[in-house]
């Protein structure tokens, strides 16, 4: 019995912002952002381009591949913390976008791991009633969180979305597990303040406004640690062999903390997909946009081995094994 994608889609900005357009932004260059992170551009979200419509065009193409119509979708999950709006949720904008009439839909916030998360939760909805077809996204447009004078992290992120449609299928196939962790311990290093949550006076001075704050070093450091933890006990959990997988998708921090995962791991590059080079870190999108391409690629064939992995502000972190 498996909770199976049936379709997969991405949507990314039309916009492409360059290292070069940086580098008229803040004191950085090409070079210096080629080589501590990978990444050559990033798409940046403009009018008309909020979450949820990144989301949507994402879902009509993950629905179109898995050639379900939108009143069969009974629950939408939204991996976000980048919403136009806090309330209502992106989900809600997304199911009012597709005319999903039959579905609820909700937000879940675990930062660059909303999505592994999302698709752990999605498939237990799907395993607890076998008639649910769910779609899960990943969307985001942190381009409009991002403090654009500071070059620890402006050059890092990038806005798009990613979905899957997800049903019950008398299979082998499907999401077979997930290990996931949080250490809120540890959510200074890595932040993003919202709207001042008490209300001390009617107008707050120093509120730090919306933006991401990281201490890069610390989080590259942990970053690495825990995929690898969390990677390891899966496999063990799952009695499973690495040189079984057939194919990884990690989270796209990073080019260097990815090769450092993976040669602690010793996989293969070949049996990696990265796309970090294109569109940067994009959160809670990176791996159903990576997903996609990989699909529509031809990089998974039926039966397939995939692990994926993620790590992101909380700390959140963790790995999922499915067979394709
Ligand atoms: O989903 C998880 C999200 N977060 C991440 O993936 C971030 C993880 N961290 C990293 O990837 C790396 O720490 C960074 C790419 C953010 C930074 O690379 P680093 O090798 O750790 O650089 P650093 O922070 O140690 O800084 C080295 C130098 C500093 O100058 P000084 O103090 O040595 O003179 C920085 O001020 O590089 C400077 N620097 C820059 N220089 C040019 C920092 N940002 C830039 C920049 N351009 N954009």
């Known amino acids: 019995m498996g909770a199976v994608i049936l379709g ?5 900005p039309e916009r492409i912002l360059s290292n070069h357009d940086l580098e008229k932004l803040v004191d950085t260059s090409d070079e210096w952002i080629r080589s501590r992170t990978g990444i050559s551009e990033r798409r940046i979200s403009g009018e008309g381009e909020e979450a949820y419509r990144l989301a949507t065009t994402a879902a009509r193409n993950a629905m179109e591949m898995a050639g379900v119509e939108p009143s069969e979708i009974d629950l939408i999950i939204v991996a976000t913390m980048s919403s136009h709006m806090t309330m209502p949720s992106c989900a809600c904008f997304v199911q009012n976008e ?12 675990a930062a660059c791991s909303g999505f592994l998360y999302s698709l ?8 607890c009633d076998q008639e649910k077809t769910v779609l899960v996204i990943g969307a ?3 381009s409009s969180r991002i403090n654009w004078k500071d070059r620890n992290t402006c050059i890092l992120f990038g806005d798009g979305a990613g979905a899957v449609v997800m049903r ?18 540890l ?3 890595l932040h993003m303040h919202a709207a001042p949550s008490c209300n001390p006076a009617i107008d707050p001075p120093g509120n730090p406004g919306s933006h991401i704050l990281m201490e890069g070093r610390d989080v590259f450091k942990y970053a690495v640690k825990a995929m690898e933890s969390a990677v390891l006990q899966l496999l063990e959990k799952e009695n499973i062999n690495l040189d079984d997988i057939d194919l990884v998708i990690p989270h796209q921090a990073n080019i260097r903390i990815l090769n450092k995962l993976l040669s602690r791991l010793g996989v293969k590059q070949e049996k990696v997909f990265i796309n970090v080079q294109k ?6 999108a990176s791996i159903p946009i990576a997903l996609d391409e990989a699909n529509r690629e031809g990089r998974l064939g039926e039966g397939d081995l995939l692990l994926i992995c ?5 700390f959140t972190w963790g790995a999922g094994l499915l067979r394709w």
């Open 140 to 142: 985001e447009t942190l």
């Open 310 to 314: 993620s790590f992101g502000g909380g």
């Open 120 to 127: 752990d939760t999605a498939s237990k909805h799907v395993l």
């Open 168 to 185: 019950y299928a008398d299979t082998i196939r499907g999401v077979l597990a997930s290990q996931l962790f949080s250490d809120g311990a």
């Open 8 to 12: 997969t889609g991405s949507c990314l």
């Open 98 to 109: 597709l005319g999903a009439d039959n579905a609820f839909a909700y937000d879940l916030n």
């Open 187 to 189: 959510w200074k290093l």
């Open 279 to 284: 569109y940067g870190n994009t959160s809670a």
